[in-house]
Structure formats: C-alpha cells, structure tokens
C-alpha cells in the first residue's frame, strides 16, 4: 500500500522534529561537560582567597660583607629584583644550631634551650617542647603540604621524622656535599661520591621540585610549604665540578676590617690576636674562592624552583624567602676563619623575599631578624601568631600597602602607625646547666684549697696568643663558641730554657803559662770536668760560637729541603697549588720529590747522630792542662744553645771572672763520669 501525499509529509516532519530535539540534547549535554560546576558564594570566596604556597631556602655559613651575594647572579635577579632586599637582616645568635632552632621556634635561645651545638642541640628536651612548636607543625594543621629537605640540626642523628613534616628528606648531622646519610620519611639511605647521583645541592633542589610536581597533581586544592635548607657555602666547601675553575684571584672577602688590628676596644681575645701571616693571607683567599664555588649551585637551585613554579602556574601565589642561618669572616680583625661573634661579618644574613603583596626591586632597610621566620610564614598561611614567640612578622611592613612608600630610586620607607625595632639582642651565654655545673666545681676547689679555674684570665695573656713563639708550650683558641687551651706543636728541644750548672775553679798566673797558645785549641771539642782552660782558649771559643748563627742555618737547610708547592697551615691543613693536581703525572713527580727530600732529611740525621757519638766517646789530652790565675766559671748547659746566649746568665758577675761553657746533652751524666775518674785517680795514688 503506497502512502498518500499527507501521510508522507507527516512522516517527514516528524523525523525532522525528532532530529531537531536530538541535536538539541546533545548540544545540551556537551556545554554542561565543559563547563565548571556551579559553586557555592563560600566555594567562590575560598577560590578568591586561596592560601599561598611558601618556600624557605636556606643556606649555611653565608656572610654578606664579604661579597657572597655578588656570585648568586640569578638569585639576585629573580628575588631581588622581583621582591624585596632586606639590607639590614641580622641573627641572634650567630651559630649552627641555636640560630636554626630560632628559625624553627621564632624564639631566642633562652626561651627554646640550644646553647650550643653539643649537647642541648637536638636534645630530649628539645624533641619534647620546642621542637613540636615549630612552624611546620602550624602548617601541617593548616592543611599544608609541608616538606624539609637537606640539613636540619647539628646533632641530629636520624632516629625520628620530626613532628611537623609530609615529606622528609633530612641529613644526618653537619654539612657534606658528598658521603652523608639521609633520613628519607624514616628510612636511611647512604649516599657515595658521585656527582651526578649524590651531590647534596643538586639533591635538595630535585627532591622539592619533584614533591611540589607530585603533591599539586595529588592535592591540587591544598597550599605547598617547603624548606629547602643546603650545606654550602659550609665547609667542605666542594664545590659542583662544572665551577672549578670561577673565581680566580677573588678578595671580596679583603674588606676594611680585614687583618685590622690590634683592637683594644673589642673583647679580650681580639685584643691579642696577631696579625695574618703570608700563609694564612693565602689561606683565606683560597677558602674564600672555594666558597663561592659552592654557591654556585645554591643559585641554580633558586632558578630551578622559580622556573618550575612558573610552570605550573604557581610562581604569582608562592612566596619565596632565601636567608642564611648565620655570617661568616675570613681574616677580618686577624681571625683566620669562622663564626660565633657579635660583630658584623657574623651576625648579618641575606634576606630576600617576593611573592603577591611584596613590592618589586625595593631595598628594605628595616631590621629584621631570624625570629621573625616563624612568625612571618604563620601570618603568609593565614595562622594566628603564638604569644610565645618573640619575633615579629614582617607582614606588617607591606600589608595594608598604606604601611610604606617607595621613592623613584626604589627605596623603600615603612610609614606604618605601628612602630618597628630599631636595635636587638645578640645572645650568646651558656646555659643554666652549664653555669651549674661551673659554680658547684668552683665551690668544691674553693673548699679544698685549690683555686679557681682562671681560664679567662690566662687566656687575656700575650703569651698565651697565636703563634707559638719559640719557648711558648700553650695558646688559646675558641673553638664552637668555648674558649679551649691547647698545647703548641713545637719541639720540646725548641721550648726549653737552658739549665746550665756553674763551678768557680782558682788557678795559677797564665802569665807563666807556656802552653797558653792558640795551637792548642781544637774547635768544636767538648770541654770536659774540672779541665783547666786558658784564657786565649776561652776567648777563640766565644768568637767561634758568637760567629754561629742558627737561624742562618734553618734558612739554609730550608731552602736546600722544603716543598714550595705545599703547605701546611697553623691549622694542620694542607694546601698546595694547583699545578700539583693539573695531571697524574705532575701529582706523581710532586710525591716523588717528597720521598727524596725525606730520604736526604734521614741520611742527615744519622750522620749527625754518628758525630754525637764520637764527641761523647773522645777525651782531651792527658798532657793538655793549662792554668789560669784569674777565678774561672766553668757552666755546663743542656741543649745545643749559641754560647753568647748562655754567657747572658752570667752577666752580673764581675769583669774579670772568665767562662768556660760546656754544652752537653746529658750534664747528669757527665757528673758520673767524673765521679768515676775522681775515683779511679786516688785508687791510683793509693796504691803508689
């Protein structure tokens, strides 16, 4: 049955319709996939107000005087230009562990107990109170994707994730580029000397990249905070091997303050620190070269994180802070090395900081401390303050931006109603403990007589300064904040004053001696016992020993044996040129030039032990007695000493008394022998 005209345009208008309507749906279905769910006013506002991510890089031992920040090219250019320079950052307390223990706490050392870095540092009472306060456990609370990487605390010895961490990626004890141990979220993992797989730097910097990636995929909702904490530029100082060879003949660390001295206005042991010897001069050029090296990866490390954050979208809602745990000084006021000081070069830190509500390229001459870490990152996260701590947060300085003004020079000017610091405190003192312990020793001596230790009191002596003088058997030196005596490395020989015994012989008128002559005298024979000496003999002596001079010797003996390639500091350490390592071969010929000046030093030695030998075993002529009429002293000293310097002890005795001195290594021993020669003579008469 074929269908009418009517009945087959119904048929096509439905179909259209039923076309219409199914295009229709799915046109619908496809806008309501691509567009975002309709949220709630609380959902839009959280959006608006989401909370930043916040990222702490720390460096360790980095000064600021001595021209650090001059090698951290991107560093500078990525957060300081692009945030603010805290010109004037200081820390309380310029050592490892109390000064990372603030940075964690906010608080000064007498409120949170890390005098030091021995024994109060990573203590039981530290894991117990202060250490679970730390800003990482008030951003864990918060919902933060908390993450430590690198170096935590000098004693920490890997037995516990610390309270407060997601990821955790800790070092075990001090600073080291290679050969360390790792505490990665409870595991241990050593790592060996190789570059590309353990250098620490390249390591931290990887590690937080690779958790920022991670946890924005997992936890895209939810704010990351990291600590990226490195070991240069602290000793070793190993530097990356792609910047061996920067920095050749570098001295920013020569500033005004370097090798000044003396300086009677500072504390006791700056007023009797010498001045830098030529080696030390080369020594702090070296470190200070060896250090930048190391800063070099530290400043790729910043530009790694920057640019992986502009990568995913986060660099305009992440504030980056980069500071230092403390200064450093190299030569300055005559100190070879180091920290702990309350001057300048060790208590002043890098500071910068960017992110949404800093101002750009602004230098920021506010006083700002290591406390004001912990409080400032709770105020960024949007956390109430504790009361305990005692920083302050530096928020205030930029926000509301009412609070500062900036010049066309970008200098910046804080013009807020709430007024700021304008000076702080440099602690550095033992603890109560410690002081304890001090005061019941001293109170235990006191009653049984002894006195008190005085080691500060020694310690403010000339004599007691480096370096060991000749006859100078201790020094002081202040090692991790402790003032230590420690015995000088000079031969016992060399130290020694000379014991010389004396004896007055009368003899007869030399104007009636035949023998007085100058043929007699054999030089460099070793008067012996009660031997009569004459004048003339006497007197060739002393211009032969007065002609002697033993520090023309050393200087000769220096120049034939020696090594000008290597040397060995006061410190111990060991530092040759670097021609030495330019190939195996020149580090082959180098050892075997040692081997044969050792072999020499040896063939010397027992060459002058065969010559002490034989003037021990030689006696003088029986027939050789000369007499002198004048009062005669005859003095035997220990040692090989220049005759003049013994006839010094003698200075006060009159004109006309004459000296013959005998040099001797063992005077006791001869005393015997001529007790034994006494003996044997009146056996003689006895039987004749």
């Given at each position: ?9 119904t048929?096509?208008s439905?179909?259209?319709l039923?076309?219409?309507?199914l ?10 996939t ?13 959006r608006r107000?989401?909370?930043p991510?916040?990222i ?15 090698a ?16 004037n950052?200081?820390v ?8 990372r223990?603030?940075i964690?706490?906010?608080q000064?050392?007498h409120n ?7 024994d109060?540092?990573v203590s ?6 202060p ?14 994707r ?31 580029f ?19 797989r353990d ?9 937080s990249?690779?958790f ?6 997992a ?5 990351i905070?990291?600590v990226?904490s490195m070991?240069?530029?602290h ?6 091997p792609?910047f ?13 303050t ?8 500072k504390h ?7 001045p830098?010897?030529d080696?030390?001069?080369?020594f ?13 990866s530290?400043?790729?490390a ?7 954050l502009?990568?995913?979208g986060?660099?305009d809602?992440?504030?980056i ?15 070879v ?20 509500k ?15 870490l912990?409080p ?7 956390i ?16 509301p ?11 910046f000017?804080?013009v ?6 304008d ?23 006191l009653?049984r007589?002894?006195?008190?230790p ?20 201790k ?17 016992a ?6 014991k ?8 007869t008128n030399p104007?009636?001696d035949?023998?007085?002559n ?21 007197d060739d ?10 520090q ?16 060995v500091?006061?410190n111990d350490?060991?530092v040759?040129?670097?021609e ?12 075997k030039?040692?081997?044969e000046q ?8 027992k ?29 035997r000293?220990?040692?090989g ?7 010094d ?8 008394t004459?000296?013959?001195?005998v ?20 056996k003689?008469?006895?039987?004749n």
């Open positions: 049955m074929i269908p009418s005209n009517r009945c087959l345009r048929i096509v439905t179909v259209l039923c076309t219409i309507l295009q229709y749906c799915d046109g619908r279905s496809r806008h309501r691509s567009s975002p769910r309709r949220q709630s006013k609380y959902q839009l506002e959280s107000e989401r909370k991510n916040i702490l890089i720390m460096s360790d031992d980095q000064d600021v005087l001595l021209g650090s920040m001059g951290m090219n991107k560093t500078r250019r990525l957060l300081g230009d692009k945030g603010a320079n805290f010109i950052a200081f309380t307390t310029p050592l490892c562990c109390p000064s223990s603030s964690l706490t906010g000064y050392v949170h107990g890390v005098y030091s870095n021995q109060h540092c039981d009472e530290w894991k117990a109170g250490e679970r306060r730390s800003f990482g456990a008030f951003l864990q609370n918060a919902n933060y908390t993450g430590y990487f690198g170096k935590y605390l000098n004693r920490y010895d890997g037995t516990y994730v610390p309270n407060g961490w997601v990821e955790w990626v800790g070092l075990l004890q001090n600073s080291k290679y050969n360390y141990t790792l505490n990665r979220n409870g595991q241990l993992f050593n790592h060996g000397h190789d570059y590309h250098y620490l730097p390249d390591l931290i910097a990887n590690d990249v690779t920022f990636k991670l946890s924005k995929m936890y895209p909702d939810n704010p905070h990291m990226l070991p240069g530029p000793g070793p100082e190993d530097g990356a792609q061996a060879q920067m920095f050749q003949n570098n001295q920013w660390h020569r500033t005004e370097w090798n000044y001295n003396p300086n009677f206005d006791w042991i700056m007023q009797y620190t010498p830098l010897t080696q030390l001069k080369t702090t050029d070296f470190l200070q070269r060896k250090r930048l090296i190391t800063l070099q530290i400043d790729d910043v530009a790694k994180v920057c640019n992986t502009e990568e995913l986060e660099l809602n992440t504030y802070i980069y500071t230092s745990d403390h200064g450093y000084h190299l030569g300055q006021y005559g100190m090395k180091g920290k702990s000081n309350p001057y300048d070069f060790d208590v002043r830190v890098p500071f910068y900081i960017r992110g949404p800093i101002p750009a390229g602004v230098d920021v001459p506010n006083i700002v401390l290591n406390i004001d912990a400032t990152i709770l105020n960024l996260a949007g109430p303050i504790p009361p305990y701590m005692d920083g302050t947060s530096i928020v205030k300085l930029f926000d931006p009412s609070n500062y003004k900036v010049t066309k020079r970008r200098k000017r804080y807020g109603r709430e007024p700021w610091r000076s702080f405190m440099i602690e550095r003192t033992r603890s109560p403990e410690e002081w304890e312990q001090y005061f019941r020793k001293r109170q235990k001596e009653e007589g002894k006195k008190p005085k080691t500060d009191e020694e310690c403010s002596l000339p004599e007691m300064q480096l370096p060991c003088k000749p006859g100078q058997t020094y002081c030196v202040e090692d991790e904040g402790m003032i230590k005596i420690r015995k000088c490395r000079v031969a020989a060399e130290t020694k004053e000379p010389c015994r004396c004896t007055k012989i009368r003899n104007k009636n035949n023998n007085n100058k043929d007699n005298y054999r030089p460099g024979r070793f008067l012996r016992g009660r031997r009569d000496v004459a004048q003339q003999d006497i002596l002393s211009d032969f020993a007065g002609s002697y001079d033993l023309f010797e050393i200087s000769q003996l220096s120049a034939i044996i020696g090594d000008t390639k290597c040397r500091l006061t350490t060991v040759c040129d670097e030495v390592f330019e190939s195996k071969k020149s580090l082959v010929e180098h050892k030039r040692i081997d050792l072999q020499l030093l040896r063939e010397q030695m060459n002058l032990q065969e010559i002490k030998l034989y003037l021990k075993r030689v006696q003088p002529d029986k027939d050789d007695k000369e007499k002198i009429t004048k009062e005669t002293h005859i003095c000293c220990e040692g000493l220049a005759v003049t310097a013994d006839r002890l003698l200075a006060d005795e009159p004109d006309n004459d000296v013959d001195v040099y001797e290594e063992d005077v006791d021993g001869e005393e015997e022998e001529e007790q034994q020669r006494r003996k044997s003579d009146k003689k008469k006895g039987q």
